[in-house]
């Protein structure tokens, strides 16, 4: 499919953007291994999630869905069941690394597989360590591509450093560690997002976790049973960073986003547009099912250039395209550097942007781990490529919005993997 988008007059109104990516798949992955019913409401149902949602029930999970509410009826740490077939991973990164860490306790073999992007995303950086810790995997280029095998074995606990700050690899490893004799610890130079542990901590999970000036420790002991959870979901601040970017780009914006998770190791995109000038307000601040959550009030501003360095990366990963994006508009030089991580994503997400953004006659400078970018310039428009990849689909569906002769997208259809509704709400705040 292609979309496209046009120059809008301002953005206006009030969203309850989708709910967040990595709690809905945690949500489901870590209630299958719970002794019970778990309950979970406002779960994101979405190409990734419902991914996740099709992988536990092959893997013997019952999961009913009924009045905005999914039931999951875990089995225990030991009740999963060894699937008949292949199981395919779509284009999530996040169910297959998670579930790498939760096969590797699991006696039985599973094949894993997934689509042409997924297929060449690393996994060794998770099959490394948990082969460490004894599980058995298999699978092309050196345990490194899927298709992959896992047979789970006796675990022992390691300690490693998740240098990368990979939360992915933080989450497979102390899912593994459920499993593993002994105590099992991730050491991160940067915190990672850490829901894994907020969650299986409300489970009863043995876990405990510091934070210091130049690490952050996390370490779990196995435990004989997780207590089943009622979960609700709030809005993904991954997703609400588009419509933020869109009224602060717009002229004469002023849009209010509902129940944004704004936990620290994920609302660094919105301090970075304050950083850089933008009226961003959180309200009706609270804390819900251990999560931060508040409302998002955002006005048009006048936004200057900034730096990112590689410490602020993990807290913005996923929003670093449209920090890019959005940095064509600010006064000034913007560079990001320390992002190399961008290349591994759904596509190489540094080519993308800078692909994308000259041809749309936009001048950038691309680096090994990042991109230089001097604002402000004029976007007239043209044609970029989605990459088959969501975020830079929905990215640059935001330039189109202040783009003279608009913007077309190639492939737009990927924004299902994480926003279904996108360019409907996208319609409904643009005036
Ligand atoms: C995610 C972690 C991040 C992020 C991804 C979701 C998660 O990946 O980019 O979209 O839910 O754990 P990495 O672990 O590779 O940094």
Do not use: W
């Amino acid at each position: 499919m292609e979309k496209f988008i046009s120059k809008v007059n301002r953005i206006e109104g009030e969203l309850r953007v989708p709910s967040d990516k990595s709690i809905s798949h945690r949500s489901i992955i870590l209630t299958s291994l719970a002794d019970g019913k778990s309950e979970v409401r406002h779960f994101l149902k979405a190409g990734d999630t419902l991914t996740t949602l099709n992988c536990y029930r092959k893997l013997g999970i019952r999961i009913e869905e009924s009045n905005q509410v999914i039931s999951v009826y875990g089995k225990g740490l030991k009740g999963l069941k060894e699937p008949e077939d292949i199981i395919d991973m779509g284009n999530s990164g996040t169910t297959t690394r998670l579930t790498m860490g939760v096969l590797s306790g699991q006696s039985f073999f599973t094949v894993m597989t997934g689509d042409d992007s997924l297929k060449r995303r690393p996994m060794g950086r998770v099959a490394k360590p948990l082969i460490k810790m004894g599980a058995k995997i298999d699978g092309r280029n050196n345990c490194n591509n899927l298709p992959l095998s896992v047979r789970g074995g006796n675990l022992t606990g390691i300690e490693f450093f998740n240098e990368k700050s990979s939360a992915q690899v933080k989450s497979a490893l102390l899912l593994a560690g459920l499993y593993a004799d002994g105590k099992t610890t991730v050491i991160e130079p940067i915190i990672s997002r850490d829901h894994t542990e907020k969650m299986l901590i409300s489970m009863g999970a043995n876990i405990t976790t510091e934070i210091y000036d130049t690490e952050y420790r996390v370490s779990i002991k196995s435990v004989d049973r997780l207590e089943p959870i009622k979960v609700d979901v709030p809005a993904d601040p991954s997703s609400a960073a588009f419509f933020v970017a869109a009224a602060v780009l717009v002229k004469n914006s002023h849009i209010k986003l509902k129940d944004v998770l704004v936990n620290p190791t994920r609302d660094g995109f919105f301090r970075k547009l304050k950083e850089m000038g933008a009226d961003i307000e959180y309200i009706n601040h609270r804390t819900e099912g251990g999560e931060m959550v508040a409302d998002i009030i955002v006005k048009h501003s006048h936004l200057k250039g900034v730096k990112v360095v590689k410490e602020e990366v993990p807290s913005m990963v996923d929003e670093i395209p449209l920090l890019a994006i959005v940095a064509t508009q600010a006064e000034g030089e913007t560079v990001i550097t320390g992002a190399q991580e961008l290349r591994v994503k759904e596509s190489d997400r540094i080519k993308a942007v800078v692909n994308n953004l000259r041809n749309l006659g936009v001048e950038v400078e691309e680096l090994e781990d990042g991109m230089i970018i001097k604002g402000p310039q004029k976007i007239k428009g043209g044609t970029v490529d989605s990459y088959k990849d969501h975020r830079i689909a929905m990215g640059f569906a935001i330039l189109g919005l202040i783009a003279e002769d608009g913007i077309k997208i190639k492939d737009a259809d990927c924004v299902f993997i994480s926003y279904p509704e996108f360019f409907k709400h996208l319609e409904y705040v643009s005036k």
